[in-house]
């Protein structure tokens, strides 16, 4: 029997190289019955990659204007076609066994979600290599994730479906939109953590991007406890949250299968040439 279609979806903007890396991790997935969407939110071209990745199915959709990443994702799930959806930021990689891993565990609920391991790294020869990696993984206890989310979007995996009930993914949350796309699943559908470090989720610390603006990032904090009755949120630095006793208490064991090894594209291969 065929295994279910898994439509990967991407948004980007302007990170070729980190994108092409993405599409290496991809092309080394154990579960081949991939339709990987990758959504160009209106920034440098992106169609070579098609060439560089054939074997991929890959379907490259330019935005009119950029509309940021909340709509992207959206847009990405218009043209979407597998009865599986999977979402992925473009700087983030997959491990040959997520794919496979995260199709059988969606067994028996509507969606999963991995732990993850966390890198820093310096860009060597054109190629992220990390230079320290620490686990996030967290059980999932639903009261506290109203109060602290650890659901990592990047590589879940649920059914279409959960769209049919849901509506799209919320713009108006932006920072949140993914917090707030588990609370309001969480409430209608079976949802389960997997406790594998089978995503890679990249941070560079001169670029900051998991602390972020905490003022800009304020006012969709207070939207998103509104729509769901949260109460005060504190807006702290991601890893400050991650001392907070509460959350230190909920960390979990987890399995690690990163070797390590950087994941050097086709694009960066073609370049050494």
Not at 38 to 43: I, L
Request: hydrophobic letters at 40%; one cysteine or more; charged letters at 25%.
């Amino acid at each position: 029997m065929e295994r279910p279609l898994v439509s990967v979806i991407i948004p980007t903007y302007n990170r070729c190289d980190v994108l092409c890396e993405l599409l290496e991790s991809l092309s080394r997935q154990t579960y081949r019955h991939l339709e990987i969407i990758v959504v160009n939110d209106c920034g440098e071209p992106v169609d070579f990659i098609r060439e560089l990745y054939p074997e991929l199915n890959l379907q490259v959709i330019r935005m009119e204007s950029n509309m940021k990443h909340v709509h992207a994702r959206n847009r990405g799930l218009e043209k979407a076609s597998g009865e599986l959806i999977m979402l992925c930021d473009d700087d983030d990689l997959l491990l040959p066994c997520h794919v496979d891993r995260m199709v059988n565990e969606l067994n028996g609920s509507d969606l999963v979600y991995s732990d993850v391991e966390i890198f820093d790294y310096v860009v060597e020869n054109g190629t992220r290599k990390a230079t320290n990696r620490f686990v996030f993984a967290y059980e999932q206890d639903m009261a506290a994730m109203r109060r602290f989310s650890t659901f990592v979007a990047s590589g879940c995996l649920y059914r279409r479906e959960l769209h049919e009930v849901l509506g799209p993914f919320d713009a108006d949350m932006y920072h949140y939109w993914d917090w707030d796309f588990f609370l309001r699943a969480a409430e209608r559908f079976r949802v389960k953590r997997v406790p594998v470090a089978s995503v890679l989720y990249a941070f560079s610390g001169s670029g900051g991007n998991m602390s972020g603006n905490l003022e800009d990032m304020r006012p969709y904090l207070d939207k998103l406890s509104a729509k769901h009755g949260l109460g005060p949120l504190p807006a702290k630095n991601f890893f400050l949250l991650l001392e907070e006793p509460e959350v230190r208490r909920r960390k979990a064991p987890t399995q690690i299968v990163w070797d390590g090894e950087p994941f050097v594209s086709r694009l960066i291969a073609a370049s050494r040439e």
